[in-house]
């Protein structure tokens, strides 16, 4: 089975520092891996995607993404947070065994970016 | 383009009632997937559909199930309500299913509440 595991409930950070919401995944075969963001009371906005190439990944709103294979690893990064980052933070892989497209998502990370 | 809509957008129901939620896709998109949040089980796929075909079901009750229209639109459906089905259910689309690059865009969500 496929899943990833976000280790950290929540992230603090400054604003103006850089951020890494963390995130690793066990797939069998080659990782097709997302990251989503919440915001409160709305459904979750498509940030980035890895599906094959470049190890890093820039996605919408500044951020971007380090793929990293031996390490099983996909953090989410941005070099300057802003408190409108603040947010629920999921990172997701795609099951596309059979052409099937379901998505098993994190546990999420609830990002802070305090003044 | 419009985004992928959710109606109602919240819905309160008594144990026992059943219940039908909307989801309109992205235009031109024909893949609609289910998936249900809480706060203990977090972001759980539920069902997936193309064409007006279930291609996948994830592992919830028979008292789950949902359809799609040859418009690409989709219902979910709950029969007899319990207290644990209260949760924001979030409906999304894609254009290319099974393919590498395929991306899955949420709408708002449909918060339900159980008495």
């Known amino acids: 089975a496929q899943s990833v595991a976000q280790p950290e409930d929540q992230v603090k950070v400054a604003e103006g520092n850089p951020l890494t919401v963390k995130c690793t995944y066990s797939?069998?075969?080659?990782?097709?891996l997302f990251w989503y963001v919440q915001y409160p009371n709305r459904g979750l906005q498509f940030l980035l995607k890895?599906?094959?190439?470049?190890?890093l990944v820039k996605g919408s709103y500044g951020f971007e993404a380090e793929f990293n294979k031996s390490q099983t690893s996909f953090h989410l990064k941005k070099p300057s947070a802003l408190v409108s980052d603040s947010a629920l933070y999921f990172c997701?892989?795609?099951?596309?065994?059979?052409?099937?497209?379901?998505?098993?998502f994190g546990t999420g990370t609830q990002l802070k970016v305090e003044l | 383009k419009a985004g992928v809509t959710q109606t109602p957008r919240y819905l309160i129901k008594t144990r026992g009632q059943q219940v039908t939620l909307s989801c309109s896709p992205i235009?031109?998109?024909?893949?609609v997937s289910w998936y249900q949040q809480t706060p203990g089980q977090g972001l759980q796929f539920l069902f997936e559909?193309?064409?007006?075909?279930?291609?996948n079901k994830g592992n919830f009750p028979g008292r789950f199930s949902g359809r799609q229209f040859s418009n690409s639109r989709s219902e979910m459906n709950v029969s007899t309500l319990e207290l644990g089905d209260s949760a924001l259910y979030l409906c999304?689309?894609?254009?290319?299913?099974?393919?590498?690059?395929?991306?899955?865009?949420f709408g708002p969500g449909t918060r339900l509440t159980v008495l």
């Open positions: 999304a689309s894609s254009s290319q299913p099974g393919q590498s690059t395929d991306t899955q865009y």
């Open positions: 797939v069998s075969g080659n990782p097709y």
């Open positions: 890895y599906i094959t190439g470049d190890n």
């Open positions: 997701a892989v795609r099951d596309h065994t059979g052409g099937g497209n379901k998505l098993t």
């Open positions: 235009s031109g998109h024909r893949s």
């Open positions: 559909y193309f064409s007006e075909t279930q291609r």
